[in-house]
C-alpha cells in the first residue's frame, strides 16, 4: 500500500492529512469549510484514494491560510506516499463533464513543480470558501507534490459546477498516473529519475 500521513502546523493553521494512493475512494474530511469538505470528497471519491483531512486555521480572517495549507499537505502527503514511484504510469488525462461545463486535467508525476490554471470563477464566495483560493490550493498541491498540472476550463460558467469538475478530473488525472503497469522497470524516464 502506498500510504503516508503528514501532519503540518503554522501560527494560522493546523494541518493533518493521512492518504492512502490504493485506496477505494473512502474520506473523512474536516476542514471548517464547508465547500473545500465537499471538494475533498470528491477528489477522494474519484481518484479513488483513502483521504484523512483534519485542519484548524484562522477562518475568521479568511479561508485563504486553511485553503493553501491544505494543498500544502496534501501534496507533501501525496509526494510521500509514492514512494519510489516504481512502475508508475507517470501520465494522466481526464475530461470531466458537470452539465454545461467540461474540464480538462493532464498531470504529470514528473518531478518538476508547475501549474498552468485556466478557470474562469464569476462568483468570489461560496459558502465560507473565497473562489480565488481554488489556484492557490492547485499551485499548492502541484508544488509540494511536485508535479506538472494543467487545469483548464473548455467552456461552461457555473462556478460551482466548474470548481467540482476540477477536483474529480484532478482525481481522475492522478488515478490514471499512478496506477503500476509491470512492463515498466524503474521509473518511466530515460533520466532514470522522476
Same mark, same amino acid.
Given at each position: 500500500?502506498?500510504?503516508?500521513?503528514?501532519?503540518?502546523?503554522?501560527?494560522?493553521?493546523?494541518?493533518?492529512?493521512?492518504?492512502?494512493?490504493?485506496?477505494?475512494?473512502?474520506?473523512?474530511?474536516?476542514?471548517?469549510?464547508?465547500?473545500?469538505?465537499?471538494?475533498?470528497?470528491?477528489?477522494?471519491?474519484?481518484?479513488?484514494?483513502?483521504?484523512?483531512?483534519?485542519?484548524?486555521?484562522?477562518?475568521?480572517?479568511?479561508? #485563504? &491560510?486553511?485553503? %493553501?495549507?491544505?494543498?500544502?499537505? *496534501? +501534496?507533501?502527503?501525496?509526494?510521500? =506516499?509514492?514512494?519510489?514511484?516504481?512502475?508508475?504510469?507517470?501520465?494522466?488525462?481526464?475530461?470531466?463533464?458537470?452539465?454545461?461545463?467540461?474540464?480538462?486535467?493532464?498531470?504529470?508525476?514528473?518531478?518538476?513543480?508547475?501549474?498552468?490554471?485556466?478557470?474562469?470563477?464569476?462568483?468570489?464566495?461560496?459558502?465560507?470558501?473565497?473562489?480565488?483560493?481554488?489556484?492557490?490550493?492547485?499551485?499548492?498541491?502541484?508544488?509540494?507534490?511536485?508535479?506538472?498540472?494543467?487545469?483548464?476550463?473548455?467552456?461552461?460558467?457555473?462556478? #460551482? &459546477?466548474?470548481? %467540482?469538475?476540477?477536483?474529480?478530473? *484532478? +482525481?481522475?488525472?492522478?488515478?490514471? =498516473?499512478?496506477?503500476?503497469?509491470?512492463?515498466?522497470?524503474?521509473?518511466?524516464?530515460?533520466?532514470?529519475?522522476?
Amino acid at each position: 500500500m502506498r500510504e503516508a500521513e503528514v501532519n503540518r502546523k503554522t501560527a494560522e493553521t493546523e494541518v493533518y492529512v493521512k492518504i492512502n494512493i490504493d485506496g477505494a475512494g473512502k474520506s473523512h474530511i474536516n476542514t471548517g469549510i464547508g465547500f473545500l469538505d465537499h471538494m475533498l470528497n470528491l477528489f477522494s471519491k474519484h481518484g479513488l484514494f483513502d483521504l484523512q483531512v483534519e485542519a484548524k486555521g484562522d477562518l475568521y480572517v479568511d479561508s #485563504h &491560510h486553511t485553503v %493553501e495549507d491544505i494543498g500544502i499537505t *496534501l +501534496g507533501q502527503a501525496f509526494l510521500k =506516499a509514492l514512494g519510489d514511484k516504481k512502475s508508475i504510469k507517470r501520465y494522466g488525462l481526464s475530461y470531466v463533464p458537470m452539465d454545461e461545463v467540461l474540464i480538462r486535467a493532464v498531470v504529470d508525476i514528473s518531478g518538476r513543480p508547475y501549474l498552468y490554471y485556466d478557470l474562469e470563477l464569476k462568483m468570489q464566495v461560496l459558502g465560507n470558501f473565497e473562489t480565488e483560493t481554488v489556484e492557490d490550493f492547485f499551485r499548492a498541491f502541484a508544488y509540494n507534490s511536485y508535479i506538472t498540472l494543467h487545469i483548464e476550463q473548455l467552456h461552461g460558467k457555473n462556478t #460551482h &459546477h466548474i470548481i %467540482e469538475a476540477a477536483f474529480k478530473a *484532478l +482525481g481522475r488525472s492522478l488515478d490514471e =498516473a499512478t496506477k503500476i503497469d509491470d512492463r515498466i522497470e524503474g521509473v518511466p524516464s530515460t533520466k532514470g529519475v522522476l
